[in-house]
Nanobody
Framework: QVHLVESGGGSVQAGESLRLSCETT????????VAWFRQAPEKDREEVAG???????TYAAFVKGRFTLSYDHLKNNPYLQMNNLKPEDTAMYYC?????????????????WGQGTQVTVSS
């Protein structure tokens, strides 16, 4: 059974950094796809960064160059390093996972979600 717990959120000033962690159980890098999402109040949830079918890391355009997704292969935990934070980055951030398909692809909806960690950036 997959279980995800995020941590590392907080309140910072614009330009500062945070590092989010996602502690996982039941997830392995070879058999699961993982990603970070965020949702701001009254906005749709959006994917921030993820690991794709070919184990490549993908980023949303609005965080490219500022955020970095990394993965601890021993712990099977993904991390999100967020630099040069902006007020528009304020949101609840979620870790998500889904099993790879039989062909190893990352397709379909994410099946498992953490409870989220709040990031608040003030100007």
């Amino acid at each position: 059974q997959v279980h995800l717990v995020e941590s590392g959120g907080g309140s910072v000033q614009a330009g500062e950094s945070l590092r989010l962690s996602c502690e996982t159980t039941g997830v392995t890098f070879g058999s699961h796809c993982v990603a970070w999402f965020r949702q701001a109040p009254e906005k749709d949830r959006e994917e921030v960064a993820g690991i794709g079918s070919l184990w490549q890391t993908t980023y949303a355009a609005f965080v490219k160059g500022r955020f970095t997704l990394s993965y601890d292969h021993l712990k099977n935990n993904p991390y999100l390093q967020m630099n040069n934070l902006k007020p528009e980055d304020t949101a609840m951030y979620y870790c998500a996972a889904r099993p790879r398909s039989d062909f190893g692809e990352c397709t379909g909806d994410y099946a498992d979600w953490g409870q989220g960690t709040q990031v608040t950036v003030s100007s």
